[in-house]
């Protein structure tokens, strides 16, 4: 039997006698290249956890206690499982103790991309249902629980410090909860470590980066701020007190930007909004040592350069309209502005006496719930790209947990209402899905740094939405060890993110219409295959002319990716998306610079409006990280995205598996009155093979081949640079692409006519010989089935 993507089986690449196979367990060491680290638990956490499984309920760290029912009290259209489990205390106690013998699973977070790395298990006792377990410790339970008025309002706060995400009970509850918790543990040393880093250096230098402002300065400050603020309460050592205050007086200093009331650059708001967060929680987290003195200062700062200029950006009495952000629902700005403006308030309330902060309070909350609230689609996608639902995200859960906390209501922004749709309860799936083996499918823009900006909103939506494979899925990630998670995360959840996870994932909603599939969720050199059409506009001009689109990953390397953001300082990049924009000028927004078709070389229309189809088997991962793909399991996704082009009638792509999801077939079936030609950007070394149908991939010690099956004669492959035709129009003056070091363009070269060009990607898996590899017969798109291919 020939081993593909689920090689970790009883075939092991190591032979019989294999030295890493354990009979209760099965393969203990991931079959991976041998760059790979091998975590620790693999060597000496085994024998312990065998022991464990078998005497499993013993010892009572979690009681019971009825789950918090409140939490999706009011949300639509749950697809959550209701895994709140239903046997209580033993099944809890029997959880804690294998979630302590296990300890932190993967080993993460130094491989390639920066994802974690799985070992190879079939203890199915430990990786099973997804599951927060009942739990007496109050400081777990929702925190509306703790504080929540019966008519709650924005700017009525509890009367205890903080307020901000952190109450002073969840403080109190934290020391107990690392000591019964291996990844609170875990990110309680790395902050520290983080801390003691960031303590031994100079206070943030100043820097304004063009159009991009001073928003890298506002995080990377915020990120600091959070871990000493975290570090101090932690200890009660005042020297994190002391670097505190010498990173805020940095930031407010004058060397640090114009002495004006734009000292935070509102003009670029988000900038804006990052300081006056990171002030927020410094006033906030550290308020009981802050001298009366000082505290006044940090109020007047936060009023001067944050909030003033908030109510400025809404009223615009300013007159330079910084608050376009106000009524926009497209993107981060709407989340990443309020959710500053109200932490700066929240953390001021009742000590300003100047009415700013309950007057921010009085903007902010509705307009989020109207606009930020509405920025995911209907199927849970992030209307920007898969990087930008990064910076949404953490600043939608910044703004609700710290409204929860302090005020004891979201007011909507993570509730739905019968006038107000939220998705948000779907847009952790969106990141799963997005997330491949060689990173994320990144179309369009990949966004700026984003220091304190991470994916931990997973763990604030994993539990409260009551979807304990957010919060699994995200705890192993390499961003997860930062403040937030120390109080978002909730450590009665067990089991494996991937049991019952299904490997194929459509995203429907016009706007993006997109697919991820996968022959595992735990295997790194597994396939992953993205691809995406949707619409050209409707994504905050973060989008590339890309319909058509696709990423493949296998082998533990990415084979067809992505190139990225262009100079965000470049001539008219942002300009708009309109057909003429100057945006689609440049090499990485255009379709040429995309892994799909092109007709007579131009770009595709912004109007473009493509329909989609797609099946699968709905296969689903089980328990064991071993896993082995059954030969029928099938998904395939086609578009028609004639709307695209103008010299062609008819422009279809299919994507799907093939032969238990060992290859996969690209096919595009055209009619064009102009000379076609597919293009993928790659990494990986090109050779083509002298008749021009096939070529080998190279990356690393692994190949892939592509073989083009039923070629007309005027189909060729060949090879070219990432760059911009020489008869492209000419960039905006004095400006150039990015260059893409690198990257190599596979081309296929075809005649205007009615063609269909099917590429078959056949990655080289360890063990599988020419022969076990198929070739499937031709098949038309429109007649594609789950079965068409067999
Ligand atoms: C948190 O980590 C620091 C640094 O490793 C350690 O000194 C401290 O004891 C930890 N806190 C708890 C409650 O374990
Ligand atoms: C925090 O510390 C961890 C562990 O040393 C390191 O991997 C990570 O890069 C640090 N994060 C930052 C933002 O410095
Ligand atoms: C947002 O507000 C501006 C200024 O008031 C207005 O010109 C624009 O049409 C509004 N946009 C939407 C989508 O309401
Ligand atoms: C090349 O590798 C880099 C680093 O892993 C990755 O970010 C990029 O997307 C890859 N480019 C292509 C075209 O695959
Ligand atoms: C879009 O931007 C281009 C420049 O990139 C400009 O010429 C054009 O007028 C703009 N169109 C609209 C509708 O703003």
């Known amino acids: 039997m020939p081993s593909g993507p689920e090689y970790h089986n009883a075939n092991s690449p190591y032979g019989s006698g294999d030295p890493y196979y354990n009979e209760s367990v099965g393969y203990i060491t991931p079959a991976a290249p041998v760059k790979r680290h091998t975590s620790n638990w693999l060597r000496i956490g085994l024998p312990v956890l ?104 924005a700017t009525n706060v509890r009367t205890d410090r903080p307020r901000l995400i952190a109450p002073a009970y969840k403080w109190q509850a934290l020391p107990e909860l690392i000591a019964n918790d291996p990844y609170l543990k875990q990110w309680n040393d790395t902050i520290f470590g983080n801390a003691t880093q960031y303590y031994s250096l100079s206070p943030v230098a100043y820097h304004m980066d063009g159009d991009s ?89 936060i009023i001067t350069f944050g909030l003033s200029q908030g ?40 000590d300003d006496t100047t009415g700013t902060a309950t007057q921010i309070l009085g903007l902010t909350v509705s307009n989020a719930v109207q606009n930020c609230a509405q920025a995911v689609t209907t199927d849970g996608t992030w209307t920007e790209t898969a990087n930008y639902w990064y910076f949404g995200t953490t600043g939608h859960a910044e703004m609700a947990s710290s409204l929860i906390t302090a005020t004891g209501s979201d007011y909507g922004l993570l509730k739905s209402t019968s006038t107000n749709k939220n998705y948000f309860e779907l847009t952790g799936l969106f990141h799963m899905y997005a997330t491949g083996f060689g990173s994320l499918f990144a179309y369009g823009d990949h966004g700026p740094n984003k220091f304190s900006t991470t994916a931990n909103a997973m763990l604030l939506y994993g539990d409260y939405y009551n979807h304990p494979e957010y919060v699994l899925f995200q705890r192993d990630q390499h961003d997860a060890p930062e403040p937030w998670s120390m109080f978002w995360y909730n450590p009665t959840v067990s089991g494996a993110f991937w049991d019952n996870m299904p490997l194929d994932h459509f995203f429907d909603d016009s706007t993006d219409q997109w697919a991820a599939m996968r022959s595992s969720w735990t295997d790194q050199d597994g396939m992953y295959v993205a691809i995406k059409a949707g619409k050209q506009v409707q994504h905050q001009t973060h989008n590339d002319l890309d319909v058509g689109d696709f990423v493949l990953d296998a082998l533990g390397t990415r084979w067809a990716g992505e190139l990225g953001s262009g100079d965000y300082l470049s001539t008219a990049y942002f300009s708009n998306d309109t057909q003429d924009s100057a945006r689609w000028l440049y090499y990485r927004k255009r379709t040429e610079g995309q892994n799909t078709i092109l007709i007579n070389k131009q770009n595709q229309l912004v109007t473009a409006a493509p329909t989609v189809k797609h099946d699968s088997s709905g296969t689903a991962q089980g328990s064991s990280t071993v896993f082995d793909v059954p030969s029928d399991s099938m998904a395939f996704w086609t578009t028609d995205m004639t709307s695209a082009y103008t010299d062609a009638t008819s422009v279809k792509r299919g994507v799907r598996y093939l032969n238990g999801r060992k290859q996969v077939l690209l096919q595009d079936d055209i009619t064009s009155s102009q000379p076609i030609m597919w293009r993928m950007h790659t990494n990986a070394t090109v050779n083509v093979d002298t008749s021009g149908t096939s070529a080998t991939l190279t990356i690393g010690d692994q190949k892939l081949t592509m073989q083009l099956l039923n070629p007309t004669s005027d189909m060729q492959i060949s090879t070219g640079p990432a760059t911009r035709f020489t008869d492209d129009p000419a960039l905006p003056a004095g400006q150039s692409d990015q260059e893409n070091p690198g990257v190599t363009v596979v081309m296929i070269n075809v005649a205007a006519g009615t063609k269909s060009i099917q590429v078959l990607f056949n990655p080289q898996w360890p063990g599988m010989s020419s022969s076990d590899f198929k070739t499937p017969s031709a098949v038309a798109i429109d007649s594609w089935s789950l079965t068409s291919h067999n």
């Not at 909004?273 to 009366?292: G, R, S």
């Not at 309020?338 to 932490?343: R, S």
Request: glycine content about 8%; overall charge negative.
């Open 50 to 153: 065998v022991v464990v499984l078998v005497g499993a309920v013993v010892g009572g760290v979690l009681g019971s206690r009825a789950a918090n029912d409140n939490k999706t009290s009011g949300s639509s259209g749950s697809s959550g499982k209701d895994n709140v489990s239903p046997t209580g205390e033993a099944a809890a106690s029997s959880a804690a103790a294998v979630k302590n013998a296990i300890g932190v699973f993967p080993s993460a977070t130094d491989s390639q991309y920066l994802l974690p790395l799985y070992p190879s298990t079939t203890n199915t006792a430990a990786f099973t249902t997804p599951t927060f377990h009942p739990s007496s410790n109050a400081a777990l339970a929702w925190p509306e629980d703790s504080f929540k008025p019966s008519n709650p309002s």
């Open 213 to 301: 402002g001073i928003l890298d300065n506002a995080r990377e400050i915020k990120m600091r701020i959070k871990a000493f603020a975290y570090a101090y309460r932690m200890t009660k050592d005042t020297k994190w007190v002391d670097r505190t205050l010498a990173e805020l007086q940095n930031a407010v200093s004058d060397s640090f930007g114009p002495s004006g009331g734009d000292k935070w650059n509102p003009t670029h708001f988000l900038d804006t909004a990052e300081f006056t967060a990171a002030f927020a929680i410094a006033y906030d987290w550290l308020y009981d040592v802050w001298t009366t003195d000082q505290k006044t200062t940090l109020r007047q700062n």
């Open 311 to 350: 109510i400025a950006a809404y009223t615009n009495s300013d007159g330079q309209y910084h608050g376009w952000w106000t009524n926009n629902t497209q993107g981060n700005w709407n989340c990443v502005c309020n959710g500053g403006l109200t932490l700066g308030a929240l953390a001021i309330l009742g």
